[in-house]
């Protein structure tokens, strides 16, 4: 059973590299907020509403958890197994949805546009996770995960391969930037967005590839395995503003929780979770709070950092 730390500093947060020491802030420690989700999943910020939006994929719902109060409520309940989530340019959520196979946004009155939902004819697989880019362009993954079995989705056979996709929301019109990923998982921009970070979850060993992003700013060149995961397991993951990837992460005990990656690929801190760590967010008054999901339950722990790119 999980237990909060009693001391500062709180031993869960480990140095793995001296780097790391800037950013543990000796007088914080990891906070569980919320218990009860089957599979938590897709946290993102909502700064201006102090408030922050997850997944529960199998129990088909999302949750709110509000900043003031630390009340949890339903925000969407059938949510049709939503995973991943971020928010456009203009406030907007951007989820992606196991259920329709689609990415949907939600406009400001609350009513849902689907984005897409096939690709030259075909079904999508089950959309996962999902970043925006500055020109508005909407960048995400598309495993099988969510229609192997009707747990997180509906069982289905796959119309597509497991590509990565960008959608430019403007004209409708999507393209594949990455056919070479076996089940694209997690994906995210570095700060300056020259950089695209994606997990590979079927590799074996599993790792996180990254690419530079050409000039055009639409297309990917020079893929290369970032990290070689080794016995863990990535998901999803964020940049901070120095460029350092905080990695949801798993693989068994003294795995599980979160990972930390300098921009040069080397592992430079830990953060210990119960369990294996699905996806995170930096968020807050100061987008310092980093919030972390992780199977049944919600964490968050106050960094020495602020999140990249964070609406």
Known sequence: MWQPSEI??????????????????SLS???????????????????????????????????????????VTHFRKPSDYTNGHTRDRQGRLISCQHGTRSVTRTEYDGTITT????????????????????????????????????????????ELPTNVYRLDPATGEAMV???????????????????????????????????????????????????????????????????NLWCGWGGGAGLNGVRVFAPDGAAIGHIHLPNRCANLCFGGRAKNRLFMVAGQSLFSLYVNTRGANSV
Request: charged residues 30%.
């Open 8 to 25: 500062y500093p709180d031993p869960s947060i480990e140095i793995l590299d001296a780097r790391f020491e800037r950013y543990r802030l």
């Open 29 to 71: 420690a990891v906070e569980k907020l919320n218990d009860g989700t089957r599979w938590g999943e897709g946290p993102v910020w909502f700064g201006d509403g102090r408030f922050l939006l997850w997944s529960d994929i199998p129990n088909n719902r999302m949750l709110r958890w509000d900043e003031e109060t630390g009340g």
């Open 115 to 158: 984005l897409i939902d096939r690709f030259e004819g075909k079904r999508l697989n089950s959309p996962n996770d999902v970043t925006v880019k500055s020109d508005n362009s909407i960048w995400f993954t598309d495993p099988t995960f969510g229609i192997g079995g009707d747990y997180e989705g509906h069982r289905a056979t796959p």
């Open 177 to 243: 930037v990455a056919a070479d990923i076996d089940h694209p998982n997690g994906i995210c921009f570095s700060p300056d967005e020259t950089r695209l970070y994606i997990a590979e979850s079927n590799a074996k060993p599993k790792r996180i590839r990254v690419y530079d992003v050409a000039t055009d700013g639409q297309t990917l060149t020079n893929g290369r395995v970032f990290v070689d995961c080794g016995e863990g397991a990535p998901d999803g993951f964020r940049c901070d503003v120095d460029g």
